[in-house]
């Protein structure tokens, strides 16, 4: 019988479970364990690709573990892990060779890598408190030197526009800099800023409209998948009950949701 190696190096910094002095797993806890938290991640990556449970049933494990990390980034680093711990499960399974004679068994540092794994799938982040941030709102009435100074003490690339308390729109810098280009007239850039309102640049952003709300308790992952399926998504607004009409809690951008960890 042989021992399947530990998933690292240093497996004793990995999950949690068993402290120093606790007696060492049996092999049969280990097993039991194992395939306990390899059925709850099994049912737990269905629900999070949304698929119906029936249709689901007979999908490989491996073939949820790769789609959930391409659409979920903080799935991602668990992918190798996961695809090992499917090949683990299936010789746990198809490859005994008598009563409880199994070829290979798991350590006690996978068991418990697979478990902290498991706790992850099960307690995904939400969009706060991780993007709670003061957001800069801009009033469609107000002139264009007083959004500049906003603009330049804040260094932002994207405001939200609100008619008092109604939302009109999302502000660029890419529309700041189509709306100028419009105004320059034989090489000279001449405007009275205190004139020109908001509304009157924010007429220019194409991409004025390519924002969503969201509640302040929806998941991160939802967000993703937000900018994944639709490129052209400039932000997602972060609201109470995720209505437009609602002071912004924070707002989260592409590159944000790129560096999520």
């Known amino acids: 019988m042989t021992t399947v190696p530990d998933p690292s190096d240093a497996p004793e910094s990995r999950g949690s479970g068993e402290a120093a002095g606790d007696p060492p797993l049996t092999e049969t806890e280990r097993i039991d364990r194992f395939e306990a938290s390899y059925n709850r991640i099994d049912r737990m990556l269905g629900e999070l690709l949304e698929r119906p449970q029936h249709s689901d049933r007979r999908r490989p494990f491996a073939s949820k573990v790769r789609e959930a990390s391409n659409r979920f980034r903080r799935l991602g680093r668990h992918k190798d892990f996961l695809l090992e711990i499917s090949d683990l499960r299936n010789a746990l399974v198809h490859n005994k060779t008598g009563d409880d004679l199994y070829l290979g068994v798991p350590t006690v540092a996978t068991v418990l890598e697979l478990e902290a794994i ?34 330049r ?23 700041f800099a189509r709306w100028c280009a419009s105004q320059v007239s034989n090489g000279h850039l001449d405007v009275d800023t205190t004139a020109v309102r908001v509304r009157d640049v924010l007429a220019a952003d194409h991409r004025s409209r390519d924002v969503a709300f969201v509640r302040d308790d929806e998941l991160l992952d939802t967000v993703e998948t937000m900018f994944v399926q639709n490129r052209r998504l400039e932000a997602v607004i972060i609201t109470h009950r995720g209505t437009p009409d609602e002071t912004p809690l924070g707002m989260i951008c592409a590159a944000d949701v790129a560096a999520l960890g």
């Open 118 to 151: 498991e706790r992850d799938i099960a307690s995904p982040r939400t969009v706060l408190p991780h993007f709670q941030r003061k957001v800069l709102a801009l009033q469609a009435n107000e002139s264009l030197a007083v959004a500049w100074g906003h603009v």
């Open 153 to 175: 003490k804040s260094g932002f690339s994207r405001y939200p526009v609100y008619d008092g308390p109604a939302f009109v729109g999302l502000l660029t810098s890419n529309g």
